[in-house]
């Protein structure tokens, strides 16, 4: 299992946010957030937002702390990485 947690760096609604992503599947991603509880409104594209809050609780269960750079780096090597499609009229 390589789940990748970076640091809750990311305002929004109040809170700071990390992102949860897995570098091998996103079958293991979903599992894991399954297992934690992580509710499924909160995946968007290649990642699940984590409120910071529950950033220890998900280290402890294994995920693995790393840079929001490297969080990036690992899922675009695994072919795992979704961008925003560009907004707007082509």
Known sequence: ?????????????????????????????????????????????????VPQERYAELLAAGAQPVSSRELVARIAAAGLRRRKSPAGPE
Do not use: C, N, Q
Request: proline share 8%; hydrophobic share 35%.
């Open 1 to 49: 299992m390589t789940i990748l947690l970076d640091p809750p760096t990311w305002p929004a609604r109040g809170k700071l946010w990390s992102h949860l992503v897995s570098d091998r599947s996103f079958d293991e991603l979903h599992a894991f957030a399954r297992a934690y509880g992580l509710p499924e409104r909160g995946f968007h594209r290649d990642h699940y937002d």
